[in-house]
Each structure stands twice: as structure tokens, then as C-alpha cells.
């Protein structure tokens, strides 16, 4: 018996070790060898071949330029935010939030895409501008990029700062104001200070948000000749030369290791000393603004989010009932052609039930593994449970193109003699999505368990009932919603995810986002808008259904409370950092 | 209103309040620096912060961070910040009920101490009755927002006015009976006490406050006939409750003679 359990034991724990080596770092491994590969061996050649174009230079110039001007925008503008919502007796906190974590659930080539119908050559608002006599605004520059990549990540920053502002002890500021400083000398210099972690962190997940990402420049920069390492990558990789896979994979070492540089800039900024994390969050006012300021800050804020986030959304959406792109916007140019198109194409209806399917299986495949996972770090202490988390979240952390790569190169063989033959299936898809978006599961159901006092298992060993009653009776019912909730966070990226699909799907498995992608390279920019449209509708859809309990009851403030509204958002705020487009 | 960093105050947090990522100079120099103390000196703000430290017995912690302070420690820190600029008062909020029992003897010697050597007006709130009477030169007693009473501790102790003050202060037993001028009948004994002290609040409603220590308990004879219902052994006394008639009296007494629950008994009162 014991011997028995012994050796069943040592078995799964074999099998655990083996899976995260064959699923999570073998594929990275493969990377790193293929990208020291070359027709003649081993060797650096690789690297300096590409550091000898004048492109991959400027790839790598461009995506650090990028990444930290973006990152400067969002880390400012989210900040801001926070310290709005956090601090001041602006009203409509409910609209304000909801309107800033937007971009979380939006995936980031639909922001793109708004955009670039919003600032369009022939739209509304360039003509405005060129009437006042002003240069027209180009979204397909720079600037561009930098613009809607920080708009996307301003959610990170804020999310990170917004609770860390909340949870500073207001003691601190009276003792402050009781030495003799202003309330304005204590924000800066107790307050501020004692964020600076938060934003620091915030902006370092933004950083490699804006280095992750692959919609934003392939939609804006491939046109306009910009290229940045996350398209230069998918460009090599789809160019089928000789030495194309080998230069892709250096370039994505290139990459990661910026990606590390920007990890490791956190510690730069981190001062010492930190908070407990048992710190309660404190709702009060603390700075209260006179009738006039309050309105002026908050309908301010409100109308520049709604310059930011709304109005490029409506301008798609009127772009998308458009019969062709750039005509001016009259009744006899309106059509329901496009969606119509949509709604007949075979393509698009194969498309919306991939994304669908993998978006379920996906979510499915993450609640029961990440759940079991989870279970065995937090109740039973597992050492080989703690390796699995820890090799999930670094296929997390690497970009995505980089991570669609490694899929390439592991999966055709994953074991020498062995070829599963999944690539240019849906299979390797599944694969792909659930290596990359496990850890959220798995921290999602860390945190859930965490609620459940171990206690109420014990009880019910004590009640003398095994492990079916455990799970369905006491388990399953106290972690359905918070599992559930977690898991909206992976089904969503899922359904609409662009940066793995653009590698790995083939002709038969395109994504909703390869095929919006695609239209949008052609030129089919009424088509790509309309689609858009549907998919925002849905996921909003999807977003209230979820939340309708926490949306139809109105938020009080009371002090000391948490306000419903922030509650209702709170699944948005698990994971703080939206990867995957 | 004046606003709070231009009244000339220094003020100690029950929860301290102290800023996580300043060392302990860092928090006594904090206020020197402020615009109230802008017509200072490098020279005087440095023996300020020198000062402060030194008499809070802070000298060999001044460079590290609150994180790695004790409770007592920290409570120093509030304290030498609070003091550093001499402000004119000094608030202290329930300084001592975060710390262990045996820190908060000390630490109230060393408020005396730091009261003493400024000289400023303290004024401290707490709801520890032996902290008030042992540390105040003045208490105010107030309850439900109200002023009950203000006086010395002895006043306090020995003469409350109000049977809130009798009863939360020296835990005062009350003893029903009628008034008549400066005499007590005590209801249902043939018992006469006369005080001229005590205060019209009980003269009004029938009431006669009896210190714990002021009955005594005898085994039996001319008193007060009750029963012991219960014994705390505390060191240098016992404190019995004692029923008489459906009222409990909290009695302090010495160790002539021990009694266990149950025992019948007769209670004397002294002056």
C-alpha cells in the first residue's frame, strides 16, 4: 500500500516535470538554438547578419523609441486617472472607470482600426483641420503608433496606481499636514513618493505590452514602411527564404532581450521600503474640489475619454455603413451592404466559429488545468506546481510573435522521431492559446482558492464525505463565480486574439482576428470596419450580460465600503496587463 | 479655519502614521523643513533633529526605515517627530493602544519625560483610565461628545461628579437609599452614612458611590449581608464581585482573609 502510493506518487510528479519542460520551455529552447543556427553550424552569424541591415536597425531603434514614448503617454495619462478616481469627489466614477478600462476588453487592432477611420485623409476631422488650415493628422506615422499603443496600455498603468493610491493610510497625509505642509506639499511628497512603486510597476507592464504588441504596428506601420521587431519577425517568418526561420528566431532573442532590459528598469525606479499588502483600500474623498473645479475636472476627463476612446469608435462604426471608404457621409451613401457581406461569407462565418471554438476550448482547457493547478500550490504546497506556474508565466511574459515562433519550430517534432502533425491545424492553435494564457487561469483560481478557509474542506472530511462531495458540494459552489470571472479574462484575448493566429492559423482556421487583419491589408477598410463592429458589439454584448447585476444597481460611496462599481470591474483588474493582440 | 499646517502643533497618530520610505531622520527633519520653520537655520535644524533624536533614545536607529523598527521604536519616531518643531501644543491620539502592555508602561514614563524637558501643552487622548490618572495633570472626562467632568486625577478619583464618572473612572459600586440633606438611608438596612461631598447628580437619583477599595469584607456580623460570586486573584490584591440583594459590587481587598464563591459574607464600609 504504501509502496503503492509512493511510486503513484513519484509518477505524477514525473509527469508533471515532464510536461512543463516538453510544453513550456522546450519551445523556448528550440527558439534559442534555431536562433544561433546557420547553414554552416552554430555560431553568431545570424545576429550579424541582421545587425548589418540598415532595417533591423532601425526595427530595434523603432520598437524602443516606440515602447518608451508609449509608455511615458500611458504611464502619465494613467496615473492621472487613478489619482482622479482615487482621490477627488469627481461624481460619475462608475462612467469614468468603465470608459478608461475599455481598451481591456477592445482588443487593440479594433482601437487601430477606429483610429485610423477617425484621422482618415478624406474624414471629417482632417477636413476640419485642413479648413482651419492646419496639416492634416496621419495616423500611419510615429506618432501613430505611439498614440493608440498608449491609449491601449493607459488600463495597465491606472489599474496598478489606482489601488496603491487607495491603499496610502490617510495618517500619513494628516501627519504630514500636521508638520506643516500644505495638502498639496503632502501629495507630493508622501503620496507621490509612495506610489512610485505602483507606477513604476504599471509602466514596466506596459513597456512590454507595447514591445508584445503586434496589431498596432502591423496595421499601421507595414503600409507606411515603418517597421518595429514584432512585424519585422512575422515579415521574415512568412518570407520563406532559406534562412528565413533561423533569422526570425534571432530576431526574437533581439526582442526578449529588450524585453528583459525593460523588466529590469523597474528596480531602477523602485525605492526601498514597500506597503504590506494587508493594507485595506480606502475609499474616502481625501481631496475635495468646489462645485465649479469638480465639474470642470470631472466633464474634462470624461470628454477627453470620450475623444479617445468613443469618438473613433463612432466614426468606424459609420465608416462600416459606408458603401466605399472615404465617401462623405450623406443618406445615399449609406448601405447595410457590408454587413450583409459579412453575414453571406463563408469565410467570415468560419472564422467567427473558430475564434468561438477556440476561445471555449481554450477557457475550458485553462479553468480545469489552471483550477487542479492552483489547487495543488495552494492546498497541498506542490513543488512541481509552483515549477508549472512559473514556467506558464514565462511563455506569458515572452512577446507573442516570439512565442508563435517557438510553437513553429517545437511542434512540428516535438520529440525527435515524432511528428503529431498539428501544425497548420486548429490543434496547434489550442496549444498555442492555452500555453500562453494559462498562468492567468492559474493565478485567477490561486486567488479564488485563497478565499476558501481550508477549514470548510476539513469540515467536511470531518462530516465523514470524501472528495465528490468535496469538490460538489462545498468546492464548486463557493469557486464557480470567481473561477468564472478569471476566466472571462481569457476568453475574451482568446476570441479575439491576432498575434499568434497571424503565424500559426492556415488557410481552413483563420481567426476573427486574422480575417479583420486581412481585410484591413487589402484595403477592404468598410469590410474590416463592419467586422469590427460586430465583434465590439459582441464582446460588449457578453461584457453586460456578465455585469448586469453590478450595472443596473447605481454605485454609492460610502466611506470605508467598497463602491459596486469598482466590484463590477474588478475581473478586468486580475490581470493587469492585456497581452495577446 | 486656520488650516492644519498653519497652527503651530505636532501631533502623534494612534497608528502612527509614519512614511514607509523615510529613515528616522528623514521623519524628525520632515517638519523642520516645512515653510513654518523656513526662518530656521541649517545649523538650528540640525541640533533640533539632534535633540529630538537624542532624547527619544533614537541616536542608533536614525538611518534605518520603519520596517525595521519594533512597535516601541516606532512610537519614539511619532513622538521625536511630533516634538521637533517645539510646536506650542502637542495632540496625541490614543498614542499607547497599539503597543503590548509591558511597552506601555515605559512609553508613558518617557511621554512624562518628553513633557517635562519642552514643556509643552499635552493634550492626550485615551480611554485607559489608570494611563489618564497616572500621566494627566488635568482630565476631562467625556462621554457621548459631551464634557462630564474636568478636574485633577485626584479630583476625579476621589470626588467624581457624575455617576458616569464614578462608575468608568474609580469603578465606583452604587448604593441605593434616600437623600436627605447631607445624610444617606440606605434602602432596606438601618444603615446611615453621611457625606457632605458628595455631588448632586447622586443626591437626585438616590444613588451613594463606594469605592472598591472603600469595603471591606468581614466573615460575618453587623453589615451588609451578600454573597462572594466571584474571585480574581491579582497579585497584590484580590478583586471579588459580590452579590448584594440583585446588585454585583466590585470589592478590591487585601489578603487577611480569602473567601471562595459561595461564601456568605458581610460588608463594612470605610472612608
Not at chain 1, 504504501?2 to 519542460?21: C, D, P, Q
Not at chain 1, 477606429?114 to 474624414?123: I, P
Not at chain 1, 460588449?540 to 467598497?562: D, M, P, S, T
Not at chain 2, 493634550?123 to 495633570?137: I, N
Request: charged share 15%; glycine share 8%; with cysteine.
Amino acid at each position: 500500500m504504501e509502496i503503492n502510493r509512493k511510486a503513484r506518487s513519484f509518477l505524477i510528479r514525473g509527469t508533471v516535470y515532464l510536461l512543463a519542460v516538453l510544453v513550456f520551455l522546450a519551445p523556448l529552447l528550440r527558439l534559442l538554438a534555431m536562433g544561433f543556427r546557420s547553414e554552416t553550424g552554430y555560431g553568431p552569424g545570424n545576429f550579424a547578419e541582421l545587425l548589418a541591415e540598415e532595417r533591423t536597425r532601425e526595427a530595434i531603434v523603432n520598437t524602443v523609441v516606440i515602447a518608451l514614448t508609449s509608455t511615458a503617454l500611458a504611464a502619465a495619462a494613467g496615473s492621472g486617472l487613478a489619482f482622479l478616481v482615487a482621490y477627488t469627489n469627481v461624481k460619475r466614477k462608475g462612467l469614468l472607470e468603465f470608459l478608461v478600462l475599455l481598451p481591456f476588453i477592445i482588443p487593440s487592432y479594433i482601437i487601430t482600426l477606429s483610429w485610423s477611420s477617425f484621422l482618415s485623409t478624406k474624414g471629417s476631422f482632417n477636413r476640419f483641420l485642413t479648413a482651419l488650415g492646419l496639416p492634416a493628422a496621419d495616423i500611419y506615422t510615429m506618432g501613430g503608433i505611439i498614440l493608440v499603443l498608449g491609449i491601449c496600455n493607459i488600463p495597465i498603468v491606472y489599474v496598478n496606481v489606482v489601488h496603491m493610491l487607495r491603499k496610502i493610510p490617510r495618517d500619513m497625509e494628516w501627519a504630514a499636514r500636521a508638520c506643516g505642509y500644505t495638502q498639496k506639499q503632502a501629495m507630493v511628497k508622501i503620496n507621490l513618493v509612495s506610489a512610485l512603486p505602483a507606477v513604476a510597476a504599471g509602466s514596466v507592464l506596459a513597456f512590454l505590452s507595447a514591445i508584445d504588441n503586434f496589431s498596432v504596428p502591423a496595421f499601421l506601420g507595414i503600409s507606411s514602411g515603418i517597421p518595429v521587431l514584432s512585424t519585422y519577425i512575422y515579415e521574415k517568418a512568412i518570407g520563406f527564404g532559406p534562412n528565413a526561420f533561423p533569422l526570425a528566431a534571432a530576431l526574437s532573442l533581439i526582442l526578449s532581450l529588450i524585453a528583459v532590459g525593460g523588466t529590469l528598469m523597474e528596480g531602477v525606479f523602485v525605492r526601498r521600503g514597500a506597503f504590506t499588502d494587508s493594507i485595506r483600500e480606502d475609499y474616502s474623498v481625501r481631496i475635495r474640489l468646489t462645485g465649479g473645479k469638480r465639474l470642470a475636472a470631472e466633464w474634462g476627463t470624461i470628454g477627453i475619454l470620450l475623444v479617445l476612446n468613443i469618438i473613433p469608435m463612432i466614426s468606424m462604426v459609420l465608416n462600416a455603413f459606408l458603401k466605399s471608404y472615404g465617401l462623405k457621409l450623406r443618406a445615399e451613401n449609406l448601405t447595410l451592404e457590408n454587413f450583409a457581406f459579412l453575414f453571406h461569407n463563408r469565410g467570415v462565418a468560419a472564422a467567427v466559429r473558430n475564434s468561438l471554438l477556440l476561445a471555449v476550448v481554450t477557457s475550458l482547457a485553462c479553468i480545469v488545468l489552471g483550477t487542479a493547478i492552483a489547487y495543488a500550490k495552494v492546498r497541498k504546497n506542490s513543488r512541481s506546481a509552483h515549477l508549472l506556474e512559473r514556467c506558464a508565466a514565462l511563455t506569458y511574459a515572452i512577446p507573442g510573435i516570439v512565442l508563435a515562433l517557438a510553437m513553429i519550430f517545437h511542434w512540428t517534432e516535438p520529440v525527435p522521431g515524432f511528428r503529431p502533425g498539428v501544425y497548420g491545424t486548429i490543434s496547434i492553435l489550442v496549444i498555442a492559446y492555452i500555453t500562453r494564457y494559462l498562468v492567468l487561469q492559474i493565478k485567477g483560481s490561486t486567488t479564488a482558492l485563497l478565499t476558501v478557509d481550508p477549514a470548510c474542506e476539513e469540515a467536511a472530511a470531518a462530516s465523514g464525505r470524501g472528495i465528490g462531495a468535496l469538490w460538489g458540494r462545498i468546492l464548486l459552489p463557493l469557486l464557480t463565480g470567481p473561477i468564472l470571472s478569471g476566466a472571462f479574462m481569457i476568453f475574451v484575448p482568446a476570441f479575439t486574439e491576432l498575434t499568434l493566429s497571424s503565424m500559426l492559423a492556415s488557410a481552413g482556421t483563420k481567426t476573427i482576428g486574422l480575417t479583420i487583419f486581412n481585410y484591413q491589408q487589402g484595403g477592404d477598410y468598410n469590410l474590416a470596419a463592419a467586422m469590427s463592429v460586430m465583434i465590439t458589439a459582441m464582446i460588449i454584448a457578453g461584457y453586460c450580460l456578465i455585469n448586469r447585476k453590478k450595472l443596473l444597481f447605481q454605485y454609492k460611496e460610502e466611506k470605508g465600503h467598497e463602491p459596486t462599481y469598482s466590484a463590477g470591474n474588478k475581473k478586468l483588474r486580475q490581470n493587469p496587463s492585456a497581452q495577446g493582440n | 479655519m486656520v488650516p492644519v499646517e498653519k497652527r503651530d502643533l505636532g501631533m502623534v497618530f494612534q497608528s502612527f502614521a509614519l512614511w514607509p520610505h523615510m529613515t528616522v531622520r528623514q521623519h524628525v527633519e520632515f517638519p523642520l523643513k516645512s515653510p513654518r520653520h523656513r526662518h530656521m537655520t541649517e545649523e538650528e535644524r540640525k541640533e533640533a533633529a539632534d535633540r529630538a533624536i537624542g532624547c527619544t533614545g533614537l541616536k542608533p536607529y536614525e538611518n534605518r526605515l520603519p520596517g525595521q523598527l519594533s512597535g516601541g521604536q516606532r512610537q519614539r519616531v511619532a513622538l521625536a517627530r511630533a516634538i521637533v518643531g517645539q510646536p506650542s501644543i502637542l495632540l496625541m491620539d490614543e498614542p499607547l493602544s497599539a503597543l503590548d502592555a509591558e511597552l506601555k508602561l515605559e512609553m508613558r514614563r518617557e511621554i512624562r519625560n518628553i513633557h517635562k524637558l519642552t514643556g509643552a501643552t499635552v493634550l492626550y487622548v485615551t480611554h485607559d483610565q489608570s494611563e489618564a490618572l497616572a500621566m494627566a495633570d488635568r482630565i476631562i472626562i467625556m462621554k457621548d461628545g459631551a464634557i462630564e467632568q474636568v478636574g485633577t486625577p485626584r479630583e476625579i478619583y476621589m470626588d467624581p461628579q457624575t455617576v458616569f464618572a464614578a462608575t468608568f473612572v474609580s469603578r465606583c459600586n452604587l448604593l441605593k437609599g434616600v437623600w436627605s440633606n447631607d445624610c444617606f438611608k440606605v434602602d432596606h438596612e438601618n444603615l446611615l452614612l453621611s457625606n457632605p461631598m458628595i455631588a448632586a447628580e447622586f443626591r437626585a437619583k438616590g444613588l451613594y458611590p463606594v469605592r472598591p477599595e472603600q469595603i471591606n469584607i468581614l466573615p460575618e456580623g453587623k453589615g451588609l449581608p451578600a454573597i462572594i460570586a466571584g474571585k480574581q486573584y491579582n497579585g497584590r490584591e484580590i478583586h471579588y464581585s459580590v452579590q448584594y440583594r440583585d446588585e454585583i459590587f466590585t470589592v478590591y481587598s487585601s489578603f487577611q482573609t480569602e473567601y471562595n464563591p459561595g461564601d456568605q459574607v458581610s460588608l463594612t464600609l470605610s472612608a
